[in-house]
């Protein structure tokens, strides 16, 4: 049986997309605002060198995007987010970082705070062509909510109600845009292990991977690991799949199962993709399988959330309100694949409730 939930599809409107630029540097200022400001979809409102100085602007405006760099005078923009997100709740901050190719612990740290995103920004005398039209592309996407449902039409989203067939064997959760702040969320409403091992796949450059599993240690206290290639999964074990590799899953001698680690990009262009670690799931655990899809652009994970519910598993996504991106979790919702749409505190609670559903049908 199944339900449907209405919900209010994104639109980006008619009027320009406000942004406050937050940089010591005055030549970067200048030539983002010529980039968006050449953009009709953009408008800068606001440019200032110093976090105290955006502060105070936000006091008294409302803007929609926020491009923040670190490395400020004064307070650094790291310090400054928090008290940034809660001046404009609504805003999306994105970080403007020079250390971001190189896999930044601070922009890792930034994400984990609630930064919805983070752009390298090009070296001295750089500012081609590419740049130009990598930044338009970014922030239009985060502005427009990525969603995958057409723009100003009543949308009713599809909830399977089937009852869970199996206990969970393994939990997968998959993530992109503002992932790494919903996945503290996510680790924050766990009231206790699940007693299976935990595959997860977040959209981010292989340099990034050591700073985010650190990161990822800090917000749970089941152990977490980068994944290797040919080790035996372990309950309550959070494996991390490499920035250049899907992560996936395989039965090996005597049943164990073991990680699988391969460097194809998926069809869309992921590596790593949630698409190859859920269908894996599907093979090897069956009915056992249960995934998790949270914020992130573009459709990464309904394939292989198709796989893991045509083997009797099942998909929980997390809801519009609470995604910085509604691309990937709206699009599992859309094709009728989620059995639950929640924000991030509920999933985890839902995930051990269901997962100890045993021997039900629909």
């Known amino acids: 049986m199944s339900v449907v939930l209405p919900i209010k599809a994104n639109s980006s409107g008619s009027s320009a997309v406000r942004v406050m630029v937050v940089d010591d540097s005055v030549v970067v200022r200048t030539v983002i605002e010529r980039i968006l400001n050449a953009d009709p979809a953009f408008q800068v409102v606001h440019k200032t060198n110093s976090a105290e100085h955006a502060l105070s602007y936000l006091a008294g405006h409302q803007v929609d995007l926020v491009l923040l760099d670190i490395e400020l005078p004064g307070q650094s923009g790291l310090a400054a987010l928090p008290a940034i997100l809660r001046a404009n709740p609504a805003a999306k901050?994105?970080?403007?970082?020079?250390?971001?190719?190189?896999?930044?612990?601070?922009?890792?740290?930034?994400?984990?705070?609630?930064?919805?995103?983070?752009?390298?920004?090009?070296?001295?005398?750089?500012?081609?062509?590419?740049?130009?039209?990598?930044?338009?592309?970014?922030?239009?996407?985060?502005?427009?909510?990525?969603?995958?449902?057409?723009?100003?039409?009543?949308?009713?989203?599809?909830?399977?109600?089937q009852k869970a067939k199996a206990p969970i064997a393994c939990l997968g959760i998959g993530a992109s845009t503002g992932g790494i702040h919903a996945l503290s969320q996510l680790f924050a409403g766990m009231s206790a292990p699940l007693g299976v091992p935990v595959l997860l796949t977040q959209h981010l450059p292989a340099s990034f991977t050591s700073y985010f599993t650190q990161q990822l240690a800090r917000m749970?206290?089941?152990?977490?690991?980068?994944?290797?290639?040919?080790?035996?999964?372990?309950?309550?074990?959070?494996?991390?799949?490499?920035?250049?590799?899907?992560?996936?899953?395989?039965?090996?001698?005597?049943?164990?199962?073991?990680?699988?680690?391969n460097r194809e990009r998926t069809s869309a262009g992921n590596l790593p993709g949630v698409d190859p670690m859920f269908a894996s799931m599907a093979d090897v655990y069956g009915a056992g399988a249960a995934g998790v899809v949270l914020t992130g652009m573009g459709r990464d994970g309904t394939v292989g959330a198709r796989d893991i519910v045509a083997a009797g598993g099942w998909i929980v996504a997390q809801n519009e309100a609470s995604s910085v991106v509604w691309g990937m979790p709206g699009s599992v919702a859309s094709a009728g694949l989620s059995c639950a749409l929640l924000e991030p505190r509920a999933i985890m609670d839902f995930v051990a409730r269901r997962g100890k559903s045993k021997g039900l049908t629909h």
């Open 93 to 161: 901050v994105v970080i403007l970082s020079g250390n971001c190719d190189e896999g930044s612990e601070a922009a890792v740290e930034a994400l984990a705070l609630g930064a919805s995103d983070i752009c390298a920004k090009p070296g001295s005398g750089s500012y081609g062509e590419y740049f130009p039209q990598m930044l338009i592309e970014r922030l239009t996407r985060l502005a427009a909510g990525d969603a995958p449902l057409s723009a100003g039409k009543a949308v009713r989203v599809p909830v399977t109600r």
């Open 220 to 261: 749970t206290p089941l152990r977490v690991k980068t994944a290797e290639q040919g080790e035996i999964v372990a309950p309550d074990i959070i494996y991390v799949a490499p920035g250049d590799a899907n992560l996936q899953v395989r039965r090996g001698l005597h049943g164990r199962v073991m990680v699988g680690l």
